[in-house]
């Protein structure tokens, strides 16, 4: 035992070039995906094309949700296991206002947009405020508790939201009115490659909310807050930072973004379940670990990469490898490169 | 540090004479669990007339030990791991493989048939190497990193036996496990009980032998397996105990408090937790190669996350780091998700009666009757009971003594900071 915590050590700190070995079997591992994915690519370019439209569109999605869950953790250290579930109520909710404008699931008419321009904004703020309610009764109050509490209580939390959805339509996946401009007249082939309005929409609109929460994190005083908070919060609070109303403010963000994703999920998919959240929720944390927790560019990035691989792994691997290639991933950057992609870690506390 | 500090201190623990409550309360708790456990199954059979109750305490046991053994990873060392379910599969898997007609139609083409009491330890040193394993590389990264490594290793164990299925099984399960067995004389002065009966001209091979043995098996007897549950708890209780109590026990507990500060007197941070991790996993694959006997069944299904997040609850809520607590914690949770939420629905629709809303529980249209309704609120009533439970009592329900002190401590603390305050504002 002795001696082979010593090797980990020194296997830690053996450097070449300026580089620990860990970081040479991150990138030696890496360049192998890359070698191995341009072999695909040569072999068959249009289908890798296409799988690449898909992974993006899917990654959009999944960036969406990594960064409600990297903000909060970056902020408390809360591993926030009903952000999935706020994610998929998102969905539930719009799915269910969007139900009673008089749209047409056939055609675009401008009954759809109004729709769309109305619900949008509408569910994201409605998640935020569900969201704030979640951290006021069941985060708030253990802020001084033992760390395990909060958590326990987020897999209560996410226990309820599940039950909320089941209990109002079913454990069976219900449909999702397919709204956005879809059909012959919305599509198109280049070279082979098909690319829908949709997975155009989807791209759009997660890159928008992103540059949206750039410039508000680090433009704006309540952003500055924030990242003062994640700093180092008792400093943060010396200098007069009200704290709960960041916190407050880090989780009405997060489920703003969680939101919105949930409905763009729906729009894209069409099928939601009550329990969709729960591995979309472990494959955005994944994401957000990947880019580095608590780092809001990484998360984005992440998600964007991790939907890629998942693309990849269910056209290249098979369907049923992608969990474990996900989770497999999750756990090799862990070893190698526990920082993330980008680098940041978050301060001990 | 300076005397009068310490000489405070040392007073402080005279005045409280912690030691004593210590004992005292934790010795009660063992002393009604043992009592309730030996009387148990005989109230359960006199009072319903089956064993049904009794295989369903076996049940509880199992989890009773996945308590006690993430308590060890959780409580003592302070190690977040969301993914024990994984070594619970690891351990059943095992005990699955190596006992049942399963590896004959398998790439190996050779049936095992090894004893239940062989397989215990085996399936506890395979989950305490595959503890070691997981943990050697992660364990020096900090505690939120390895909660997520362990999560992802707990997704990817039944994925993997799900995807294999030419070696475990896939979707289909293991079944047909071995029952475990003893030589017939061991039934020495019950060889007239009904339920403990020697199988008329059987014999069993002696595994290390070619001899066989007149033998009695356990068949679906739960009487049987609630014995070995609760001998199994009995060791783990004892064994876990003395762990607390000795060097390594007090190296977690400072890991726990101050990893650095640890490291600083001396512990080798990254051997301890990884003893602690495989500890843990071990009574882990303990309780697997239970289970799989107990059932007679292994099946991908059981081991996911919620697996987890339940024996995490338990723990938690039990009270971190006191085995008596946690005992306590798991029966109850065990209780509350497998005998109150089942029968909550009947039971709403009979209140429903006699206080006069019988026709709430008529189904009509999209309501689909009280006792349905009740029926899809369970998760919701799980989740909701969770996150009071927590909020009420965020220590769990019985603390160790040391940590209910450090809470007082800290409160009393808080309040001289704030008196504090107000002073100088």
């Known amino acids: 035992m002795e001696s082979g915590a010593t090797a980990l050590k020194r296997f830690r700190s053996l450097t070449m070039g300026g580089m620990t070995l860990p970081d040479y079997g991150f990138y030696v591992i ?12 040569v072999a068959n370019p249009t289908a890798f094309v296409q799988i690449t439209v898909f992974g993006v569109a899917d990654g959009a999605m999944y960036a969406l949700v990594a960064l409600g869950y990297t903000m909060v953790y970056g902020i408390i250290e809360l591993i926030n296991f009903a952000h999935g579930d706020v994610f998929t109520m998102g969905a539930y909710i719009s799915g269910a206002i969007l139900g009673a404008f008089s749209i047409n699931e056939n055609s675009f008419t401008a009954v759809n947009l109004v729709a769309l321009v109305i619900v949008f904004p509408m569910v994201m703020l409605f998640m935020g405020a569900i969201n704030i309610t979640i951290e006021r009764i069941a985060y708030r109050p253990l802020r001084n508790a033992p760390r395990l509490a909060p958590l326990i209580t987020a897999i209560g939390m996410s226990f309820v939201l599940e039950g909320i959805m089941f209990m109002w339509k079913g454990p069976a996946s219900i449909h999702f009115p397919d709204i956005l401009p879809h059909g012959p007249g919305f599509q198109t082939t280049i070279y082979g490659v098909f690319v829908g309005f949709k997975d155009v929409f989807v791209v759009v609109t997660a890159i928008f909310l992103v540059a ?10 309540l952003g500055k807050a924030m990242r003062a908070t994640a700093q180092d919060r008792d400093a943060a609070q010396l200098m007069g930072i009200d704290i709960n109303r960041t916190i407050a403010a880090t989780f009405f963000i997060g489920a703003l973004l969680a939101g919105a994703g949930g409905m763009i999920w729906g729009l894209y998919y069409n099928n939601i379940f009550y329990n969709l959240g729960f591995r979309t929720g472990l494959v955005a944390f994944t994401a957000a670990v990947f880019g580095g927790i608590g780092n809001i ?11 890629l691989i998942a693309a990849y792994s269910d056209s290249y691997v098979g369907s049923k490898w992608t969990e474990i290639v996900i989770f497999g991933i999750l756990i090799g950057v862990l070893v190698f490169r526990p920082t993330g992609l980008l680098g940041m870690r978050v301060p001990e506390k | 540090m300076n005397p009068p500090a310490a000489a405070t201190r040392r007073s402080l623990m005279a005045r409280l004479r912690l030691r004593e409550r210590i004992r005292d ?13 030996l009387v148990f199954p005989m109230a359960a059979m006199y009072a319903t007339g089956s064993t049904a109750l009794v295989s369903q305490a076996g049940h509880a046991g199992t989890f009773v030990l996945l308590a006690i053994g993430l308590n060890v990873v959780v409580g003592f060392a302070g190690l977040l791991d969301l993914g024990y379910a994984a070594f619970f599969a690891i351990g059943a898997y095992t005990y699955a493989l190596f006992a049942s007609a399963q590896l004959g139609s398998s790439p190996l083409h050779h049936q095992y048939h090894l004893p239940f009491w062989l397989m215990l330890l085996v399936g506890m040193f395979v989950a305490a190497s595959a503890g070691a394993l997981l943990g050697f590389p992660t364990l020096r990264l900090r505690g939120d990193y390895l909660a997520i490594v362990t999560l992802g290793f707990g997704e990817i164990v039944p994925q993997l036996s799900y995807n294999l299925p030419q070696w475990t099984g896939g979707i289909n399960a293991i079944g047909g496990i071995d029952q475990p067995w003893l030589p017939a004389w061991i039934t020495g002065p019950w060889a007239g009980a009904s339920s403990i009966a020697i199988i008329q001209g059987s014999t069993c091979r002696v595994p290390w032998s070619s001899t066989q043995t007149p033998c009695f ?13 609760v001998i199994m708890i009995i060791c783990a209780v004892i064994l876990v105990s003395n762990l607390y109590h000795s060097r390594l026990g007090r190296a977690w507990m400072a890991i726990r408090e101050d990893e650095v500060a640890a490291a600083a007197m001396g512990i ?10 495989a500890i843990g996993a071990s009574f882990s694959g303990f309780a697997g190669a239970y289970y799989g006997a107990s059932f007679s069944l292994v099946s991908p299904d059981d081991f996911f996350f919620l697996v987890s997040a339940t024996v995490l609850v338990m723990v938690v809520l039990g009270g971190m780091g006191n085995i008596s607590g946690v005992i306590v914690g798991a029966l109850v949770i065990y209780f509350v998700l497998n005998s109150l939420l089942p029968a909550l629905p009947s039971s709403v629709e009979s209140l429903a009666n006699t206080i006069g809303l019988g026709s709430l529980n008529a189904q009509n249209g999209d309501w689909p009757g009280l006792a349905g309704e009740t029926q899809r609120l369970q998760f919701l009533i799980y989740g909701l009971i969770l996150v009071l439970m927590m909020l009420l009592r965020p220590q769990g329900l019985f603390p160790s003594r040391v940590r209910e002190q450090e809470f007082k401590h800290a409160a009393v603390q808080e309040e001289e900071t704030m008196i504090e305050q107000a002073h100088t504002s």
């Open chain 1, 30 to 41: 890496s360049a192998a995906a890359v070698v191995l994915l341009a072999g695909e690519a």
């Open chain 1, 212 to 221: 949206l929460l750039a410039i508000f994190i680090n433009r704006t005083r």
């Open chain 1, 297 to 307: 560019p990484g998360a984005a990035i992440g998600g964007l990469l991790i939907g």
């Open chain 2, 25 to 37: 309360r934790d010795s009660a708790i063992y002393g009604i669990l043992l009592l309730t456990a």
């Open chain 2, 217 to 229: 098996s356990f068949s679906f007897d739960p009487i049987a397996f609630y014995v070995v549950i």
């Open chain 2, 268 to 277: 080798n941070t990254v051997t301890t937790k990884l003893l602690a991790f």
